[in-house]
């Protein structure tokens, strides 16, 4: 039977899931306009339908980013009853800062893609 402490160091921390959905959060911006619009989509598609790829690539992509946050979130919240406390706490506010990052850089991407 496994030991508690090998089962616990399997888990995923609250904060490296902040940490990693803050990264992705902020680098959204670039790889969405980057497939959009370095890969020369706009000159194959016409430009209602890149704006639609564009912003179906944004929700997709930020929507994967939400639920990472989420799932950051409740973890934080469960992690508060182990000795980690500190760490569930960073972890909290990492994810609370993603989605708050996430929000703006896809409303942000959402209105370019309006113009």
């Not at 496994?2 to 990693?20: M, S």
């Amino acid at each position: 039977m496994p030991n508690k402490q090998i089962i616990e160091k399997r888990k995923i921390n609250a904060w490296v899931l902040g940490t990693i959905s803050i990264g992705l959060s902020i680098l959204g911006s670039f790889i969405i306009t980057n497939i959009t619009d370095y890969l020369s989509i706009r000159e194959i598609l016409n430009m209602d339908a890149a704006d639609r790829l564009g912003k179906t690539l944004t929700a997709i992509y930020y929507g994967l980013v939400l639920f990472l946050s989420i799932f950051g979130l409740i973890r934080g919240i469960v992690e508060l009853r182990s000795p980690k406390k500190r760490l569930a706490i960073i972890g909290l506010i990492l994810c609370f800062v993603s989605i708050v990052v996430s929000l703006f850089m896809a409303y942000l991407l959402l209105a370019f893609y309006a113009l």
